[in-house]
């Protein structure tokens, strides 16, 4: 089947045709880097590494690229209250970033431009805007003209009254409401870079244009990033980005749902709200890390459709951690029963086939097969990770039945035990395009070691503080902090994380 993808921009399914043959360039919009990440900047990432991993499979060559935004007016505002250089401020909450992206197994992004080392791509963006007059100067900002964009309001559907409504930015000293800020004139004390227009920095729709087109090229493939950034931001990049180039900037533009907290109300219905400071229901990945073990975090991303709403909830966690821990019983008694560890490489399906002599053997064999072209069916339909890892189940209730049916579990024929093990390497291979069975899961279980001692310490600190002995609480975050670990007093209790 062709790879068939949703495409926002026109509201339908396409077939997928890369603007290069056999080349794939996709843009990812990243996280603004002021706060610890929350577990909304894992979901995108997660779900573009998965594509990314499923087009290399397809054959595609694929660079990825997702963006760091590290000059912002929330930046400004937190690295002061914090007492930190914006620099510095952007460093810590990058590292932080980027080991959450490692635990959860995102490790196929090529590039991670910020934007702070791409002035001069930036400038020289707003230039061309400027000399094709689509851009003008007011006291050293630039703003861009929204009616030199003739299709402007094409992605989001929005007329520009009707878009003034959700705009964020208040650009008061542009000529119109909908003209957004390229360049902002630095004010005070703000960092700032030399520009033609004088000292600044570089507005936020901006520095995505600049750096997908110094990466990927004027014309690209896939663009992507969670739903809320429709409008204004990618309306914005496609606007500029065209006005400037005069050619299409995205192909394809990707949109995944919304993550949503779910909770139970007082009454005990279930309730799905938006993540927000207000609410008090952030939950930054390093704390979900502690409960859960990564591949657990990233088979629930999966398991919903990436276009729908993902709702998270300790519940909803619990039913992912009982559906992996299947898999990994799986795994163990296919080793115990055929003597083959299936994380290794060994013989795969297509050797061993002819082993199935049997009628048994080989509807076994057809079911893994047909097993096989059902993910792919299911990934080429729009990246449909929920049916992926709904066939992934199949497949591995599949094996488990094979194995009570043929009696592997007392002594077994060879040819069983043979198809067995290459059934349970099938199953391990399909998982690894969604980016999950890369390791037998003593990692995560050594993880629950470590967090079960880490609970430990926590309550050991807290009585310790209770009973009034600060030496003895001192002590343990000090030593802890020596170890790398830091420990954060929170309104919801005490949290850890790696690094600082
Ligand atoms: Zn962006």
């Given amino acids: 089947m062709a790879l068939r993808v949703y495409n926002t921009l026109t509201k339908t399914k396409e077939t997928f045709e890369p603007v290069r043959p056999g080349h794939v360039g996709m843009y990812l919009c990243g996280p603004t880097v002021y706060k610890p990440s929350h577990i909304g900047h894992a979901v995108s990432p997660i779900l573009f590494d998965t594509i990314k991993r499923y087009l290399l499979h397809k054959g595609f060559d694929v660079t990825l690229v997702i963006n760091i935004t590290d000059v912002d007016d929330k930046l400004i505002v937190e690295s002061r209250a914090q007492g930190l250089s914006m620099a510095q401020l952007a460093e810590q909450v990058m590292g932080n970033y980027f080991e959450c992206l490692d635990a959860l197994g995102v490790r196929n992004v090529d590039a991670f431009p910020k934007a702070t080392e791409n002035i001069g791509n930036i400038i020289a963006l707003v230039q061309r ?45 542009s000529h119109h409401p909908a003209d957004f800020a390229l360049w902002k004139a630095a004010k005070a004390d703000e960092p700032s870079w030399n520009s033609p227009w004088g000292p600044g920095r570089p507005g936020w729709h901006i520095e995505c244009s600049a750096m997908s087109m110094a990466i990927l090229g004027e014309t690209f493939d896939i663009h992507g990033g969670g739903m809320d950034l429709i409008f204004p931001h990618h309306e914005n990049e496609i606007a500029q980005s065209e006005t400037a180039t005069g050619k299409p900037f995205a192909r394809y533009w990707l949109h995944n749902g919304l ?242």
């Fill in 129 to 173: 805007l400027v000399d094709n007059g689509a851009a003008y100067v007011v006291d050293g900002d630039v703003y861009f003209d929204h009616t030199k964009s003739a299709d402007y309001g094409k992605l989001s559907g929005r007329k520009v009254e009707e878009a003034l409504s959700g705009t964020r930015e208040v650009a008061s000293r």
């Fill in 259 to 500: 993550t949503r907290i779910r909770t139970k109300a007082a009454g005990g219905e279930w309730t799905n709200e938006k993540m927000s400071k207000s609410l008090g229901n952030i939950r930054t990945i390093s704390d979900l890390l502690t409960q859960y073990s990564p591949e657990t975090i990233r088979m629930f991303v999966l398991s919903t459709h990436y276009r729908r709403p993902l709702d998270f909830s300790d519940e909803q966690l619990d039913n992912t951690e009982k559906a992996a821990g299947t898999f990994y019983r799986l795994f163990e008694r296919i080793a115990r029963t055929t003597g083959e560890d299936v994380y290794t490489s060994g013989e795969g399906l297509n050797r061993v086939r002819d082993q199935a002599g049997s009628e048994l053997q080989q509807q076994f064999v057809n079911g893994v097969l047909g097993c096989r072209v059902k993910l792919y069916d299911a990934m080429d339909d729009d990246f449909n990770t929920a049916g992926a890892v709904a066939t992934l189940h199949d497949l591995a209730g599949l094996i488990n039945r094979y194995i009570d049916a043929c009696r592997l579990e007392g002594e077994g024929k060879t040819a069983d035990k043979a198809l067995v093990a290459a059934a349970g390497r099938e199953l391990i291979s399909s998982g690894r395009l969604l980016g999950l069975f890369e390791a037998p899961p003593a990692a995560a279980t050594a993880r629950g070691l470590e967090s079960d001692l880490m609970d430990l310490l926590i309550d050991l600190r807290t009585q310790a503080r209770r009973g009034k002995n600060f030496a003895m609480a001192d002590q343990i975050r000090d030593r802890l902090g020596e170890m790398g670990i830091t420990l954060e007093d929170t309104p919801g209790g005490t949290v850890w994380r790696k690094g600082t």
